[in-house]
């Protein structure tokens, strides 16, 4: 059965290194379909201006409006409260059935901290993890797997089948174009007045012109 990738990010604004993220992953495991969720509440707020969960949402809508595999599901930012993609996973695996292969797509520096997250080791039973190694990542650079809590090492897995075979609990690390370009550093461009054409695609870029974000 062929698996569905789930994307989770803040997208404070969806760039490149996200919509490349999405498109190897997609290939390399054959997803059918990626779903962008964007996160209601950021894990992290730094002092500088941020967007509000509407625009990055309809920033993500621009970014993908062409590419038919990809799809965004707003249900984090309806959510009252923190929203924890413990609870994501579980709504999706409630919709889509015991059956159906669900892989979450995250990159390596994110999942390097997964044993803070809300009801972690549970996820594993909800979800297979795609991670995109960044090419900026020192830890993983320097450490390998061994940057990852060793709970997870035996999920690990070289076999891409695993994923389709299987609906969930297998880890799969996958080597990127080396993109290293992240929100914050798109933020902090708009900041000073340089420019981010070729960072995201044209329409994010004017939007975020038009609506004077992060200025
Ligand atoms: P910020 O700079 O605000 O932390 P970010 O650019 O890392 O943002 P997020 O929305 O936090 O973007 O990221 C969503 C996911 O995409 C994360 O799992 C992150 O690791 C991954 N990601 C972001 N940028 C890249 C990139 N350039 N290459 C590979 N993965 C990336």
């Known amino acids: ?13 969806i760039h490149f290194g996200h919509l490349r993220l999405a498109t190897e992953i997609a290939e390399a495991f054959r997803l059918e ?17 941020h967007a509000s969960a509407e625009q990055r949402l309809a920033m993500v809508k621009l970014a993908i409006q062409r590419d038919a595999r990809f799809d965004v599901d707003n249900r984090e930012l309806e ?16 919709e889509r059935g015991p059956d159906v292969p669900l892989v979450f797509l995250v990159g390596s520096d994110t999942f390097a901290k997964v044993n803070e997250w809300h009801r972690w080791t549970e996820m594993f039973e909800l979800a297979h993890f795609a991670v ?38 297998k880890i799969i690390t996958f080597a ?9 550093s798109i933020r902090a461009q708009v900041k000073d007045g340089s ?4 960072l995201s695609p044209d329409p994010v870029v004017e939007y975020i012109r038009s609506h004077k974000l992060y200025a």
């Open 1 to 13: 059965m062929a698996a569905i990738g789930l994307f989770g990010g803040t997208f404070d604004p």
């Open 33 to 49: 379909k990626v779903v962008f969720i964007p996160a209601g509440l950021p894990y992290h707020r730094g002092r500088d201006a």
């Open 79 to 94: 959510r009252a409260g923190p929203t924890y993609t413990f609870d994501t996973l579980s709504e999706i695996r409630a």
């Open 132 to 169: 995109a190694i960044r090419a900026d990542d020192a830890e993983w650079n320097s450490k390998g797997p061994g940057a990852y809590p060793k709970e997870i090492w035996p999920r690990i897995t070289l076999n891409a089948r695993e994923l389709t075979s299987e609906p969930a609990g």
């Open 176 to 184: 990127m174009t080396p993109l290293a370009m992240s929100s914050t």
């Open 195 to 198: 420019s981010i054409r070729y």
